[in-house]
């Protein structure tokens, strides 16, 4: 570290490659300073790999294909769904040479700037600590990996496939022809009809699991008539997709704060002088599977509108370390068509000698993604901003949601989406396959050209809309999405008019959609009973962090009648009801730390009632989308009767984790830093809580595997932006470090940092003096 210290010192160039300074303040939040973009991707390296050493490097070595080689071929990364031999096998195929030689010529010169000096920067903090002063993850390791500006392209092109050909990577590695003999058999048994439904084919990649919510609040709705933004991405607590605060300054061009993911040398959700930003995971297609017609006499062989066509084979090798040691070589095959990439599920999506399948994604092409971001980052405007997301539409899988100092909102649903009609998705769909719209896809037919992405020239690549094509909305009052349609990114002005595939109008909205729209129209209609009709940071803070369980508040009147005394009661079940009514009886519907038993009961009861036929009382009206559906059919005998088989098995497994009355939520849903437990509250997405958490069951608790991660509220005085955040998983993943579960502490309790912007800030909060670092 010393060396680091003390570089820029004598001895030096007078113009070295790399220059930046780093500066830390509370919660060990760094401040990088360079004055150009190598620089600064130097210094955004350096600073993160402080905090965050082991999950990078290894990541790096994910993405490379290299795991086999370190750590033998059957085991796996904590966020892969494939064993190591097949994760190398799958990123050797996705990032091949010419792949890889093509994103980097396609980047700016500044944005490869910042990805050699990104590379350059990790290189550094690995050579000043050395192996034997890394976190005990990686202190020593062999593997440890040296990076260039290819493998900052693997990051960046993994970061981009995260909605798309990531969700599916084992289906495609799973992807082989079958015996020829066995073609032939099945040839004849060809299926004409509508495709297999595919339960639990949306929990692929659930440990990708990813949302949000943002709310842009303009000077119409503000207490101080300036603008207002809520930004509360939902990532995992684990693994690439961790979030890191920083504060990123070129003198004269860029000065930008907030937080972004390991290798993204730039702010990704944030703020600065003129504006605030956040993002919301997009419901729109991001890519589609083509259903191929196979050719009778090889199903390696595809037929479009009666041509015969050959797929693209590609063989792959990787480098396996055995358990003696050796290195030895394996080769899986891969197929790609014009329809895209091959993939298989030997239950669901079955390679026959009928028929195949092939995933084309709009990312796989979007070299803009550290190009939109660099450009989000120096815009000296919102109207600026808004200009540099319509020309380069490189944010992969996010809506953008903005606001201004003046008061100006911004709601923009632009990202890489496939440019398909609304009469080709009627024409070319292939019904029995709605599930993966849970994973942003269509399933269309591939035996003709006509159901290909159409290519519009004033888009920035082919296959994808412009820019200008799809929807934005400007307001005075507000914007807001959390992973809903764009259709009622403000439900006074819908949004109407796109193809389906972009914008899903007259759609029910999740209850999470539902409870931030009613609590703001209460709010912004005094309807509340509080003084005035705007609102401000602290009832904004509130609102993300009130834990509501909406749900709750539209059936749990109707779910109380079924319960013994109640007007619908049944006189079979009582006895097994009576603990699942006292739980719910004296919950008060929230997922706070001191919520009962009966919060449990309700978020399992609540997995029962997609299985219950026709369980509402008032349907959903796309009239109305935001107050229905609403109310349960308790009236209707066979309706109660799952109601209620509902509830008494939602007591069994309540009590089969070991949550018994008496406990409360902090005490079950923790996460676990250390030798402590940290009681976590939030819940259940599909309740209506805003606040959303992920738990899973563990030996006597739930532990935290994602949801809420960085949360800001960023307003403006006359002095510039006014900010808080909270990274809620805090910065550091090393055990050893202060800031390895500070901010997780202060999350528990609901508290949030007050961010220090301006140098004048910078320096009464800093907590380190400046470390100065070039080559």
């Not at 003390?6 to 001895?11: I, Y």
């Not at 509508?194 to 303009?218: I, K, Q, W």
């Not at 037919?445 to 994808?464: E, F, L, R, S």
């Amino acid at each position: 570290m010393l060396a680091a210290l003390l570089a820029g010192c004598g001895g030096e160039s007078a113009s070295p490659r790399y220059e930046a300074e780093i500066q830390r303040t509370s919660y060990g939040i760094p401040h990088i300073r360079a004055r150009d973009e190598a620089g600064l991707g130097y210094g955004v390296a350096y600073a993160y790999a402080q905090d965050n050493p082991c999950p990078l490097a290894e990541h790096f070595i994910t993405v490379r294909g290299e795991r086999s080689r370190h750590f033998g071929p059957d085991q796996r990364a904590g966020d892969e769904t494939l064993d190591n031999a097949g994760s190398d096998f799958f990123y050797r195929f996705y990032n091949d040479e010419a792949t890889l030689q093509r994103a980097w010529r396609a980047q700016s010169p500044e944005a490869q700037a910042l990805l050699r000096g990104f590379a350059a920067g990790f290189n550094r903090y690995l050579g000043d600590s050395g192996p034997d002063k890394l976190p005990q993850a990686c202190r020593g390791a062999a593997w440890l990996p040296q990076v260039n500006e290819l493998d900052m392209m693997r990051l960046v092109r993994y970061y981009g496939s995260i909605s798309g050909v990531d969700f599916f990577k084992s289906l495609v590695v799973e992807a082989q022809p079958p015996s020829v003999a066995k073609a032939t058999q099945q040839t004849a048994q060809r299926r004409s009809g509508p495709g297999p439904r595919m339960p639990g084919f949306e929990m692929l990649g659930a440990l990708h699991r990813t949302g949000s919510n943002a709310v842009a609040l303009g000077r119409d709705a503000t207490d101080n008539r300036r603008g207002l933004l809520l930004g509360n991405p939902h990532l995992p607590w684990s693994g690439p997709l961790r979030l890191h605060q920083l504060h990123v300054t070129i003198p004269g061009k860029i000065d930008a704060m907030g937080a972004t993911f390991a290798g993204l040398p730039l702010v990704a959700i944030g703020f600065t002088r003129q504006f605030a930003w956040s993002h919301t995971v997009s419901d729109a297609a991001k890519s589609s599977i083509y259903r191929l017609q196979l050719d009778p006499s090889d199903p390696t062989r595809y037929v479009v509108d009666g041509q015969s066509k050959p797929m693209e084979k590609r063989t792959i090798s990787i480098a396996v370390r055995e358990q003696d040691g050796r290195l030895v070589t394996r080769t899986h095959d891969f197929y790609r068509t014009e329809f895209g990439i091959v993939l298989a599920q030997s239950t669901s999506l079955p390679w026959t000698g009928a028929e195949a399948y092939a995933f084309r994604e709009a990312n796989d092409a979007n070299d803009r993604i550290v190009q939109q971001w660099y450009e989000m980052n120096r815009a000296d405007s919102l109207q600026a901003l808004r200009a540099a997301v319509l020309r380069v539409v490189g944010n992969p899988w996010n809506n953008t949601v903005a606001v201004d100092a003046q008061g100006d909102t911004l709601f923009m649903g632009v990202l890489p989406i496939p440019n398909l009609t609304a009469e080709q998705v009627t024409q070319c769909q292939v019904p029995g396959f709605e599930s993966l719209s849970l994973a942003g896809t269509l399933m269309l037919k591939g035996d003709t050209a006509a159901c290909q992405w159409n290519v519009n020239p004033a888009a920035p690549q082919a296959g994808i809309f412009p820019g200008e094509d799809l929807p934005v909305l400007s307001r005075a009052d507000y914007v807001q999405n959390s992973n809903d349609s764009a259709w009622l990114s403000n439900p006074a002005a819908p949004l109407t008019g796109f193809s389906p595939v972009v914008n899903r109008e007259g759609a029910p909205l999740s209850m999470r959609t539902r409870i931030g729209i009613s609590q703001l129209h209460t709010r912004l209609s005094g309807s509340d009973g509080l003084p005035g009709k705007t609102m401000s940071a602290d009832q904004l803070q509130a609102l993300v962090l009130s834990n509501r369980a909406h749900l709750a508040d539209l059936v749990m009147d109707d779910l109380l009648s079924l319960c013994p005394g109640g007007a619908h009661a049944s006189i079979s079940n009582a006895v097994d009801l009576l603990e699942a009514c006292a739980g719910l009886k004296e919950w008060n519907r929230k997922a706070d730390l001191d919520a009962g038993v009966g919060y449990g009961y309700f978020e399992e009861w609540a997995r029962s009632l997609d299985e219950i036929a026709e369980p509402w009382r008032i349907p959903f009206d796309p009239a109305d989308p935001v107050h229905t559906p609403r109310g349960l059919k308790v009236d209707d005998p066979a309706v109660a009767d799952a109601l209620r088989g509902a509830m008494t098995k939602a007591v069994a497994t309540v009590g089969a984790q070991g949550w018994k009355r008496g406990m409360t939520w902090g005490q079950v849903q923790v996460a676990t830093r250390g030798g402590s437990r940290i009681p976590i509250h939030g819940g259940d997405e599909r309740l209506g809580i805003y606040n959303v958490i992920d738990s899973y069951p563990a030996v006597g608790k739930r532990e935290v595997l994602g949801g809420t991660s960085y949360l800001q509220v960023v307003g403006f005085d006359a002095s510039g932006p006014v900010a808080r955040a909270a990274l809620s998983y805090s910065l550091s993943t090393d055990p050893a470090s202060p800031h390895f579960s500070d901010q997780t502490e202060l999350f528990s309790r609901k508290q949030w940092v007050t961010l220090p912007f301006s140098e004048t800030q910078i320096r009464a909060d800093a907590r380190s003096g400046v470390l100065k670092i070039s080559e």
